[in-house]
């Protein structure tokens, strides 16, 4: 059974897809891409290599996650994340990762969690071979 991804797109973001593969195609040139989608060359240039690299997408830059903290639980027997947040000039404070629901928080709350101790384990192995 072959596995299907399922990609939420804006109509612009499956407009800029489009145009992305034609100048990856060399059907357009990237110049004239750039003009298309509303975006400077070098932008454009690259929207093409992270399209490349990630494929469709690549386009779709809203799940940037970045500047996560890893504190340890109030309760001491574990780990919680803290996400970025900024505030707002009017006292709101917003969430910097977007999009992040419940669902997406708790996938990244185990996978970095799952590294995070198996880092801390091989420091702890490596440190225990150089003591001997």
Known sequence: ?????????????????????QAIEKLIKQK?????IGLSYRQTKRLIARVR????T????????GDI??????SGDGYRLVFPDKMLK??????????????????????????LKELMEDVRNKSEK???
């Open 1 to 21: 059974m072959s596995r299907k991804d399922i990609i939420m797109m804006t109509a612009e973001e499956l407009r800029r897809v489009s145009v992305v593969n």
């Open 32 to 36: 004239d891409a750039a003009k298309v």
């Open 53 to 56: 690299k990630e494929g469709d």
């Open 58 to 65: 690549g386009v779709n830059e809203s799940l940037y996650v």
């Open 69 to 74: 903290a890893i504190h340890s639980s109030f």
């Open 90 to 115: 009017n006292g709101k404070r917003i969430q910097c990762v977007h999009p992040i629901n419940r669902e997406a928080t708790e996938i990244f709350t185990r996978a970095i969690i799952r590294k």
């Open 130 to 132: 150089e003591k001997a």
